[in-house]
C-alpha cells in the first residue's frame, strides 16, 4: 500500500532526477517532482514552480496535503558566495513554509548540500572530512539551510537529515555539476576530430585521490536517511565509498569511447569547447542524437574546476555505515555505466 508521498525540489537536476527515478522505482511511494520546466511525467507528477516566489509556492502546493517526505536538491548559481546564501536560502525558506502549511502529514525535510560544506571550493582543506568538522568562515549558502531547518523544526512532528555527497555523477543533460556528462561530450567531439582522449586538467589533479557520489546510489541513501528514525536530524556524508585517481580512470574511459589515452594538457574548457556549437549541431544530425543544443549539454565552467583540484578530495563515510548505511559502488564502473547510459538515450554517439 502507497502510505508515502515525497516531493522532490530541483526535480530536473542530476540529483533530483536520481530522486526521481529512483522512488519512481518504488511500490510504496508517490512522487511530485518540482521544476522550473514541466518534465515528462511518466508515474511523476511534475509541477513548475517558482521557488523564489513565495506566492507561487504557496499556490502551486496548496492541495498537496498527502505529502510526507519533502527531498530538497534545488541550486542556483550565483556570482558571489553572499548572493549564493541569499537565493538559496530564500529558495528553501519559501518552500518549506509552503509545506507546513500544506501538508499536516510531513515527517521528513532532507537536504542535500556537499563537500563544499567543509570549504573544498578553496583549496586544499582537511580530509577525511567529518560531519563533525568545523565550519570555515562564512558566508556559504549550506549553513544558512541547514541553520534553518534547525531552527524550523524545534517542537514541530517532523524531522530533518542532511546529506553530503561529492562530485554527483547521474544522467542527463543542462546540469551545472554533472561532470560524467561533460566528459562524455568531451570525449565525443575529440574522437569526431581524430584527436586522442587529452586529459583537460592539471598534472596534480590528474594524480590526486578523489571520490564521487553515484546520483542513484545518493537516493537510495536519501530514502534510508529519510525513513529510518535513527537518522532523524543528523548530517551524513554519502560517497560511493571507494576512491580513484583521474591518471587510472581516464584511460578506462577512453577505451569505452575506443580511443587512445593521453597525458594532462591543462586546456581552458570554457574557452577552448566556445566554438564547437556548430560541430555538436552537425554530430546531432550525423548521429541522430537528442536535439539539445550545445549550451544545455555540458557545463565547462565546472567541469574545468574538477580538472583542476589539485589536492585529495576525502570523506569519511563511517558515520552512515555505523547508522545502517551500507551500499558501496566502484566509481571506475559507474562512470562506464553512466557513459553507456547516455550513448543508449542518444545524448551522445
Not at 549564493?84 to 513554509?97: A, I, K, Y
Not at 587512445?260 to 566554438?275: G, V, Y
Request: charged residues 25%; aromatic residues 12%.
Amino acid at each position: 500500500m502507497k502510505n508515502k508521498v515525497a516531493l522532490v525540489a530541483g526535480a530536473s537536476g542530476v540529483v533530483g532526477r536520481g530522486l526521481v527515478e529512483h522512488l519512481t522505482s518504488l511500490e510504496e511511494w508517490d512522487t511530485i517532482g518540482l521544476a522550473r520546466r514541466l518534465q515528462e511525467a511518466g508515474r511523476t507528477q511534475f509541477l513548475p514552480v517558482d521557488l523564489l516566489d513565495p506566492d507561487d509556492c504557496r499556490d502551486k502546493l496548496a492541495d498537496l496535503d498527502r505529502i510526507t517526505h519533502l527531498f530538497y536538491a534545488a541550486y542556483q548559481e550565483r556570482p558571489t558566495e553572499s548572493e549564493q546564501v541569499e537565493v538559496n536560502g530564500m529558495m528553501l525558506r519559501n518552500l518549506v513554509t509552503a509545506v507546513e502549511t500544506a501538508a499536516h502529514r510531513l515527517e521528513h525535510v532532507c537536504l542535500v548540500e556537499g563537500v563544499k560544506a567543509y570549504g573544498c571550493q578553496f583549496g586544499p582543506y582537511k580530509t577525511p572530512s567529518k560531519e563533525t568538522d568545523p565550519r570555515h568562515m562564512p558566508p556559504n549558502f549550506y549553513y544558512d539551510q541547514e541553520d534553518f531547518l534547525r531552527d524550523r523544526q524545534r517542537g514541530k512532528a517532523w524531522s530533518w537529515s542532511v546529506l553530503r555527497p561529492s562530485l554527483v555523477c547521474g544522467p542527463g543533460v543542462g546540469h551545472p555539476m554533472n561532470v560524467a556528462m561533460s566528459i562524455a561530450v568531451y570525449a565525443s567531439i575529440s574522437k569526431e576530430l581524430g584527436l586522442p582522449l587529452w586529459f583537460p586538467g592539471t598534472r596534480g589533479a590528474y594524480t590526486s585521490l578523489f571520490e564521487a557520489t553515484d546520483a542513484v546510489h545518493l537516493a537510495r541513501a536519501a530514502v534510508w536517511a529519510a525513513t529510518e528514525p535513527g537518522c532523524a536530524n543528523q548530517v551524513f556524508n554519502i560517497t560511493n565509498g571507494d576512491y580513484f585517481r583521474w591518471e587510472h580512470l581516464w584511460p578506462r574511459i577512453a577505451g569505452f569511447f575506443g580511443m587512445a589515452a593521453a597525458p594532462p594538457m591543462p586546456i581552458r574548457l570554457t574557452e577552448m569547447m566556445a566554438d564547437k556549437g556548430p560541430l555538436w549541431d552537425h554530430m546531432v544530425r550525423k548521429y541522430q542524437l537528442q536535439p539539445h543544443r550545445f549550451e544545455q549539454i555540458a557545463s565547462w565552467l565546472f567541469t574545468e574546476f574538477v580538472f583542476r583540484i589539485e589536492y585529495d578530495v576525502i570523506s569519511d563515510t563511517t558515520k552512515a555505515r555505523k547508522y545502517g548505511f551500507h551500499e558501496v559502488v566502484e566509481t571506475e564502473a559507474m562512470f562506464e555505466r553512466l557513459i553507456a547510459d547516455l550513448r543508449d538515450r542518444r545524448y551522445i554517439p
